[in-house]
């Protein structure tokens, strides 16, 4: 299956700290901000680059910049939110677009009710991120509208993801690659991931 699970301790002992039900909305927004940032290393860990000639204090170096598309990042509303400053301290040049979605309660389908994208999304490399990815309805949907734009280099981020989830992706979108924190396997009847780490959204911005 195409997808990659960040085991870095970094990454591992934030999202221990995102798990515990006594973190609060403010830590847990911070939590979710400093493990987007690290995760954003090895999800853009191939991305190529070119040698330039720099002039030191001291003399002239051969280095290495970053050469190719630029980056869309694409968080989904709402808890993807909490990722996008941790990313963009990252890649502070790179492009944000916005996606929101809700699960129809009646067939657990990702219903679509906003989409702003930059308009050269097509020209750029993108990173689609939500917190959790259950069921991959809602992946599989905001990768489909990413790449009605003409987009063919995307990368799905999330923190936890669920097998079903990771199955749907990689059926109905082969070509995008997965970046999780963890997998785990069971989901409740209404579809949050378990043990999981609750409702994100919620969690992050003091709602219920």
């Keep these: 299956m195409n997808f990659t699970v960040i085991n870095h301790p970094l990454v591992q002992h934030k999202l ?6 006594n973190t ?10 400093e493990t987007s940032m690290l ?4 999800a853009l860990r191939d991305l190529p680059t070119k040698t330039v000639e720099v002039h030191t204090p001291l003399g002239v170096a051969s280095s290495q910049v970053i050469s190719g598309k630029k980056i869309v990042f694409v968080p989904i509303l709402r808890s993807g939110l ?9 890649i502070p040049a790179a492009k944000v677009g916005h996606i929101g979605t809700f699960r129809d309660p009646a067939t657990a389908d990702a219903v ?3 989409c702003k994208l930059p308009g050269d999304t097509g020209e750029r490399t993108a990173i689609i991120a939500d917190v959790m990815m259950a069921t991959g309805g809602t992946a599989c949907e905001a990768i489909r509208l990413v790449k009605n734009t003409g987009c063919r280099e995307i990368k799905f981020m999330c923190l936890i993801a669920h097998p079903r989830g990771i199955e749907l992706v990689n059926k109905e979108h082969p070509d995008v690659q997965i970046y999780c924190a963890a997998v785990d ?4 009847d209404d579809l949050f991931i378990v ?10 911005f003091g709602t219920k």
Excluded: I, Q
């Excluded at 221990?16 to 039900?21: A, F, I, V």
């Excluded at 909305?25 to 901000?33: I, M, N, P, Q, T």
């Excluded at 909490?82 to 990252?90: A, E, H, L, P």
């Design 16 to 21: 221990t700290l995102l798990r515990d039900s």
């Design 24 to 33: 609060g909305s403010k830590e847990f927004r911070e939590l979710v901000s």
């Design 39 to 42: 995760m954003c290393y090895e």
């Design 82 to 90: 909490g990722m996008t400053d941790g990313v963009m301290g990252m």
């Design 112 to 114: 679509e009710y906003y």
């Design 185 to 188: 396997n069971d989901l409740s």
């Design 195 to 204: 043990p999981g780490m609750g409702d994100a959204g919620s969690r992050m």
